[in-house]
């Protein structure tokens, strides 16, 4: 399961990775690993396209690492940087005990990015139809899932007992899975929901992100030791994905689409935008850097809820919103 191997590497790499950061070979390269290739994570595309990394003096590399565990594990080795992942990574290594924290310091986004898509097409969908249902959810652990279970159990739905949950298929295959006859509903992300729809295959019939309220989701983190030695490099990071943030709010979901089409080179232009659109209209993409402490602690509340929370973990042992927050103001001046 997600967690349980996550902690497996995690507990591995904390007795030999210590004083291994910084391995980048100068603040001007930047070695970014992101959790998986989605349109969930359009700004930091904005970002590279438009050059806003190249305009701080930084030389950015982005590797799709596939999955929360080989991400964290990963920046934990300094084979990346940088790593876009759910910020309940960074609570899971602070857990552990580690002498080297990860520290959360730039938001990509804001809210759970995955829908409810029905195999048949409701009528006024009422949550409560999933109860006896066979649902398709996402691996224990990950932010999908527990934000899909935070979100059912909001509707009073028990998710281990009023339905069957099904949560061991691989996140790369559970489209698959529900394209070929498994369960009656599924948690997908943009853009496959928007591919099922225009397939018939699926109906959006809400969405997780509106459910379960604002959250620090995907965030940019880095090692504390890396952090301290390369202030001035995540300064520039951050500028350059608030500078990204602000674009992505001010164009339309035509012209962001347009702008990221090269690293979605399988998905036709109309479903691009459909995607963009769906998280736009949702408030998903995140207006500035900064995690703020409500949505934090909304997070501990999911995690709370899904029983991977140990304890609670305050705002400030694992977030710097200074960088942040100096984007923001250097932007306004």
Not at 51 to 56: I, L, P, S, Y
Not at 92 to 114: K, R, S
Not at 174 to 195: C, D, H, K, N
Request: charged share 20%; hydrophobic share 40%.
């Amino acid at each position: 399961m997600f967690k349980r191997h996550l902690m497996m590497l995690i507990a591995l790499l904390l007795l030999f990775t210590w004083g291994l950061s910084g391995c980048a070979g100068g603040a001007s390269k930047v070695k970014i690993g992101e959790v998986t290739r989605s349109v969930f994570y359009a700004p930091q595309y904005v970002a590279l396209e438009k050059g806003f990394f190249k305009e701080e003096g930084l030389d950015v590399e982005l590797q799709t690492t596939a999955g929360g565990d080989k991400t964290m594990t990963a920046l934990l080795s300094g084979a990346i940087d940088v790593a876009l992942v759910g910020a309940e990574t960074s609570i899971y290594v602070y857990q552990q005990g580690a002498d080297d924290p990860v520290i959360n310091f730039a938001q990509l986004t804001q809210t759970d990015g995955t829908f409810l898509v029905a195999r048949e097409e409701p009528g006024e969908f009422n949550w409560s139809e999933l109860k006896g249902s066979e649902f398709l959810g996402q691996r224990k652990g990950g932010m999908p899932q527990m934000a899909g279970e935070f979100t059912l159990k909001k509707n009073g739905i028990d998710p281990h007992a009023d339905l069957e949950l099904i949560q061991n298929i691989e996140f790369a295959n559970i489209a698959a899975a529900f394209s070929s006859g498994t369960g009656q509903y599924v948690q997908l992300f943009e853009p496959q929901a928007s591919i099922f729809e225009r397939e018939g295959r699926g109906h959006v019939v809400a969405s997780f992100g509106t459910e379960s309220g604002q959250l620090p989701y995907t965030v940019f983190m880095t090692k504390q030791s890396y952090m301290k030695k390369h202030k001035d490099m995540i300064q520039k990071f951050t500028n350059a994905i608030y500078k990204a943030q602000v674009w992505v709010g001010a164009h339309t979901p035509e012209e962001t689409a347009e702008v990221i089409a090269p690293y979605f080179k399988d998905t036709d232009m109309d479903i691009l935008i459909s995607s963009v659109k769906r998280y736009l209209e949702q408030g998903t993409y995140a207006k500035t850097p900064a995690l703020q402490e409500d949505a934090w602690n909304n997070l501990l509340d999911v995690m709370d809820s899904a029983g991977e929370l140990k304890q609670r973990v305050e705002i400030g042992s694992v977030v710097n919103n200074e960088f942040a927050e100096s984007a923001v103001q250097a932007s306004s001046k």
